[in-house]
């Protein structure tokens, strides 16, 4: 009952920045928790950030903490993730998803899953 499709993704050099826009529909967004993962080829889908249904916490993988932001807007169904000062290793796909749980850190968790939008980030 939730569909999520990212937005934002492209090139850019190492250092720069982009903001990544997930759109939920359903009448329910506001009822689920919601995470970003990112997956390079060849690697895990990992967790990168998580931020809860009225937006009290968030969660940041280390090696994203202190240069990416999440926020979310549920008025406009919509979770953003700002990523500043990027570099070649956050390279990925990046999706978006919502849980209805509450364990941020577990893919299987999630319930539901955007397509996913390609970040390159050059040297």
């Known amino acids: 009952q939730v569909q999520l499709v990212e937005s934002g993704g492209g090139l850019v050099q190492a250092g720069g920045s982009l903001r990544l826009s997930c759109a939920g529909s359903g009448r329910t967004f506001s009822n689920y928790n919601m995470g970003w993962f990112r997956q390079a080829p060849g690697k895990e889908r990992a967790f990168t950030s998580g931020?809860?249904?009225?937006?009290?916490?968030?969660y940041y993988a280390d090696s994203v903490k202190g240069r990416f932001t999440i926020s979310r807007d549920n008025a406009k169904n919509t979770v953003y993730l700002q990523m500043n000062s990027l570099k070649p290793e956050d390279t990925a796909v990046y999706y978006c998803?919502?849980?209805?749980?509450?364990?941020?850190?577990?893919?299987?968790?999630?319930?539901?899953w955007g397509q996913g939008t390609q970040v390159t980030v050059s040297s």
């Open positions: 998803a919502a849980l209805r749980g509450t364990n941020y850190y577990r893919l299987k968790d999630y319930d539901y």
């Open positions: 931020i809860s249904w009225n937006s009290r916490s968030t």
